[in-house]
Antibody, heavy 120, light 110 residues
Framework: QVQLVQSGAEVKKPGASLKVSCKAS????????IHWVRQGPGQGLEWMGLINPSGGNTNSAQKFQGRVTMTRDTSTSTVYMELSSLRFEDTAVYYC?????????????WGQGTLVTVSS | QSALTQPASVSGSPGQSITISCTGT?????????VSWYQQHPGKAPKVMIYDVSNRPSGVPDRFSGSKSGNTASLTISGLQAEDEADYYCSSFTSSTTWVFGGGTKLTVL
């Protein structure tokens, strides 16, 4: 079945960088965008950006530009999201999710989420 | 890109119908029929309930329906059930080739 499995929870200090992985299975990896969405404690969903696993092209929300880097490894069907210069307010659950490339479709499935805590 | 606007909370009794609105702009909701709705229970990942404004994925009860008028999309849940109590989020594709979510609506089944 189609599945996205994310790396485990992390605790980071302010100013550090974070790298979360999302391993895809059950479908053709290069045929779907992978997006990153985060959710702060008690907050709503926030779209961060996407990567096209086929060519590695990325696009991100203006808020994260310059601080987020998304990469992929086609040999392992894994996408990585790196967020630099972490702040306390980056504490959140980070999700990866898939959409079609040809049509800007809906997010399905979602990864299980990765809890990131930024604490001194 | 500003978040889409949703009411913070709605409530209804079992068996009743409720509607959640999602207001965007002419650059997102008003421009594209790529609006989707997600249900999220506490501690769980979101689950798609409606896509492309009004389509239901297989397995989603037909009590869930979606529509759009101008810059506002709506999710209607009829015949409310206890298990519908959750947070609901709308999402839209935008003219910047980005996606945007609504702020979320907490549905309480009384």
């Amino acid at each position: 079945q189609v599945q996205l499995v994310q790396s485990g929870a992390e605790v980071k200090k302010p100013g550090a960088s974070l790298k979360v992985s999302c391993k895809a299975s059950g479908y053709t990896f290069t045929s779907y965008y992978i997006h990153w969405v985060r959710q702060g404690p008690g907050q709503g969903l926030e779209w961060m950006g996407l990567i096209n696993p086929s060519g590695g092209n990325t696009n991100s929300a203006q808020k994260f530009q310059g601080r987020v880097t998304m990469t992929r490894d086609t040999s392992t069907s894994t996408v990585y999201m790196e967020l630099s210069s972490l702040r306390f307010e980056d504490t959140a659950v980070y999700y990866c999710a898939r959409t079609e490339i040809v049509v800007p479709s809906w997010f399905d499935p979602w990864g299980q989420g990765t809890l990131v805590t930024v604490s001194s | 890109q500003s978040a889409l606007t949703q009411p913070a909370s709605v409530s209804g009794s079992p068996g009743q119908s409720i509607t959640i609105s999602c207001t965007g702009t002419s650059s997102d909701v008003g421009r594209y029929n790529y609006v989707s709705w997600y249900q999220q229970h506490p501690g769980k990942a979101p689950k798609v309930m409606i896509y492309d404004v009004s389509n239901r994925p297989s397995g989603v009860p037909d009590r869930f329906s979606g529509s759009k008028s101008g810059n506002t999309a709506s999710l209607t849940i009829s015949g409310l059930q206890a298990e519908d109590e959750a947070d609901y989020y709308c999402s839209s594709f935008t003219s910047s080739t980005t996606w945007v979510f609504g702020g979320g609506t907490k549905l309480t089944v009384l």
